[in-house]
């Protein structure tokens, strides 16, 4: 397991209650698995909608669960912006 910094932003931001938070995984999916059970509820919803950077690379349609995290890194949570 690696310790990451998971960053929300817009829409996830305010449904976490905070713009980032630390948590122990190895997968993206199990990031998100962590960040779920910490915050059942609209986060949960909100992340149905949302794409993924780790560590500045998008995820894009990769599964979540080969998304390996590196100790340190980032996952950054983006709604969909609206504007253009």
């Keep these: 397991m690696a310790k990451v910094t998971v960053r929300y932003w817009a829409a996830a931001k305010a ?6 938070e630390t948590f122990d995984a190895g997968t993206l999916a199990q990031a998100l698995d962590a960040v779920r059970e910490r915050h ?17 690379d998008p995820v894009g349609t990769r599964g ?19 504007g253009g």
């Design 15 to 20: 449904a976490a209650g905070v713009a980032e």
């Design 64 to 82: 979540h669960e080969t998304v390996r995290l590196a100790e340190g890194g980032t996952v950054e949570v983006l709604p969909p912006f609206a």
């Design 40 to 56: 059942p509820g609209e986060l949960t919803r909100v992340l149905q909608r949302c794409s993924f950077l780790v560590d500045g």
